[in-house]
């Protein structure tokens, strides 16, 4: 949510030098995305997005996050498509950090959350699934279920200062997701990550899905858990059926769930309220000195975590 | 060089719902200007900068900054100018701050500055000047000679933790200016922040001034010493008698100098650098408490000022 990285403009002409991408009307250093520098450069040809990647991106999973972003794109897919220079490379190097050049794509995430952006998310998720199966390359989900028993235990001596009996009570979850967790549902490319901010609309219609530095393979499934939690809650921790109900028919409209998909969605969305509370526990726990980001409160996820535990079904 | 205020998609809507600037196709929080939270909003006419004024601008001041930003840009002067809504009014509230949204310009700030630009620069200074002697409004300088004194006292106690004897210096210098500093010289309306980052260029033709935030009614000189500390100096604090020239030239070629301006330039630059000194060794000293911008180092204008003290005069 920050620039890291100064770009002065001799440096953003010399890089932009390898593409034909016209010449440079105006570059500003841009608020978007959480973890990496970005800056909105115009030419006479468009506009752009430069990221610079800073460090919590591995340089590793870049070419699976670029080429899943192509791959999506070309497929008609509204997400951002990494522009190649002359050369035809897409992941380059600018100031000492992986960089690449982005498509910008129009529209502007929603404040207030309506049942209509949630049918058009459900959809537009669905449609990533579905165009994500032939995608070739591979990365496992480093956030995924067996990563959260680590952070629980980086998190466990001190989670209490955040309420008191929350270091077991995560263990209590852990313990039961560890059981329960379903292994044979269908699973594909996710993106994992698909909060309102990472969504873009233009009036009705939605425009993008971006920052797809946390997509992955997993089960389809938990993927329609995250959208769950991040789109279908009120601030308070309760679940708003109408939005749930948007969600889940557009999405079975395009593709649609089998009844173990379907049985096991609360349980996923329970372990997806728990990956968020973790992340977010351990960034409030531990914040970078002369942080730019103010940490997020971990108490949202832990509300949804236990409105899901409280509901087993997502049913009405 | 921050967003300090979050302004939501529907805040913007409705902000804009008194605009006759089409309908928004996307809005970017920006890293522009030192002390306000700026959005880059993109419409169907076209791009616009909405700005949120943080309290370190004072609100009694901003009819003044508005209204020279019309004044200059409807005469030509290359700088923003402040989009009136419906009911012919400019300076709004949005969020509680006080909030104005203004006409976006192209270009870029230069990183590395060459004699062409500070050419451009004396250029548009002196245009800047002439366009704004019948410019109505008054507004002293807050950051004049006067205040300086009460800059150097607030610094006092701890200013040698920057260098030993530093306090004792800045009392010398004040003491000189206090003494020396020209009184009948002409006057009218300055920039007074004219730095490189509030400069843009397309490719060679300077396309805006940016940022009228300390603009004021003061020494024209004065102003001219002000760019010629911030575009004619190395990093090491040594004059560039080349783009200093270029800088002169091209401000004489449209408002002449007359023989007491030429020969007070030195010391009004003298000057000038001990205000940027006082303010940068101000907030070194104090940081803001979770501050987003890190402070600039104070040294330079140090340097600076004392080149100034060792030369007396700028002509070569």
Redesign the interface.
């Known amino acids: 949510m920050?620039?890291y990285t100064d770009v002065?403009?001799?440096?953003?002409a010399a890089f932009l030098a390898d593409y034909e991408v016209g010449?440079?009307?105006?570059?500003?250093?841009?608020?978007?995305g959480v973890e990496n520098s970005n800056y909105?450069v115009?030419t006479d040809t468009g506009s752009y997005i430069l990221t610079l990647y800073e460090k919590r991106v591995k340089e590793d999973d870049l070419p699976f996050f670029l080429g899943l972003m192509e791959h999506l794109a070309a497929r008609g897919v509204p997400c951002p498509t990494p522009i190649r220079d002359r050369k035809g490379k897409a992941l380059q190097r600018l100031k000492g950090k992986a960089a690449a050049l982005i498509s910008?794509l129009?529209?502007?995430?929603?404040?207030?959350i309506e049942a209509r952006h949630c049918s058009a998310v459900g959809n537009a998720l669905a449609e990533m699934h579905l165009t994500g199966a032939d995608f070739a390359m591979h990365r496992p989900n480093a956030l995924g279920l067996s990563s959260w028993s680590t952070l629980a235990g980086q998190c466990r001596e001190r989670a209490d200062e955040v309420e008191s009996g929350l270091a077991d009570e995560i263990s209590r979850e852990l313990d039961i997701l560890h059981e329960c967790w379903p292994r044979d549902l269908p699973r594909g490319v996710i993106h994992a990550d698909l909060f309102s901010d990472n969504v873009?609309f233009?009036?009705p219609r939605l425009t993008g899905l971006i920052d797809f530095y946390f997509a992955c393979n997993d089960l389809l499934a938990y993927d329609i858990a995250v959208c769950l939690n991040a789109w279908c809650f009120t601030s308070e921790g309760r679940f708003d059926v109408i939005r749930g109900r948007a969600l889940i028919d557009a999405y079975t409209s395009r593709r649609p769930l089998d009844d173990a998909e379907r049985a096991a969605l609360s349980l996923l969305a329970r372990g997806a309220a728990l990956r968020f509370l973790l992340t977010r526990l351990y960034d409030w726990l531990n914040p970078v000195g002369g942080a730019?980001v103010t940490p997020k409160d971990p108490g949202e996820f832990l509300r949804v975590m236990r409105y899901h535990r409280d509901h087993p079904s997502l049913e009405p």
């Open positions: 920050a620039v002065a403009i001799e440096e953003l010449s440079i009307l105006a570059m500003k250093g841009i608020a978007e909105l115009m910008f129009e529209g502007v995430s929603p404040g207030v873009f233009r009036g730019i």
